[in-house]
């Protein structure tokens, strides 16, 4: 279903203006139409009797407690959320930015969003930006070698392009 996250892990979370706004569309419809909807499925289950061995009543509360933590992760990172407007065509490695990138001794490129992993952009894999990998990209520019800590030991990364 949804990623859990610790609070710390959600401090400060960099966000393109499409991910928050879609964030808080998502939000707005879990306090209304998503409550509204399990208070129902809630309320059907009891209808039926025992809720001791009624299935349909414990989904329908289990239902509610994920959709309960979502509204708080949500709320949580929407507050304390930094809104990043990047600029189009950019070629430091910032939040927000696309890179492809290739290990030392591989001729394939991989690439990823530096971001949160709210932002699911384009099918690609993301990066944080508080990660060794992250950490070692942010600030640099196609064509900069960085190296980093990973597993006990250090890997060599070639940044290939930088982009949106």
């Given at each position: 279903m949804h990623e859990r996250h610790t609070l710390e892990e959600m401090g400060?979370?960099?966000l393109s203006r499409e991910a928050?706004?879609?964030?808080?569309?998502?939000?707005d419809d879990l306090t209304t139409r998503g409550r509204v909807e399990i208070a129902q499925a809630?309320?059907?289950?009891?209808?039926?009797?025992?809720?001791?061995?009624n299935g349909d009543y414990h989904?329908?509360?289990?239902?509610?407690g994920k959709m309960e933590a979502r509204i708080r992760q949500l709320q949580?990172?929407?507050?304390?959320?930094?809104?990043?407007?990047?600029?189009a065509?950019?070629?430091?490695?910032?939040?927000g930015s696309v890179v492809?990138?290739?290990?030392?001794?591989?001729d394939a490129t991989e690439r990823y969003l530096v971001g949160?992993?709210?932002?699911?952009?384009?099918?690609?894999?993301?990066?944080?930006?508080?990660?060794?990998?992250?950490?070692?990209?942010?600030?640099?520019?196609a064509g900069e070698r960085v190296t980093y800590e990973a597993v006990g030991r250090t890997l060599d990364v070639e940044i290939v392009t930088v982009g949106d």
């Open positions: 400060d979370t960099a928050y706004e879609r964030l808080q569309a998502e939000l809630i309320e059907a289950a009891r209808a039926l009797g025992d809720l001791s061995e989904a329908a509360k289990d239902s509610q949580t990172m929407l507050v304390t959320a930094r809104v990043i407007d990047r600029q065509g950019g070629d430091v490695v910032e939040a492809a990138i290739r290990y030392a001794g591989d949160s992993i709210e932002e699911r952009r384009d099918g690609l894999e993301v990066i944080s930006p508080a990660s060794p990998l992250g950490q070692a990209l942010l600030g640099r520019r």
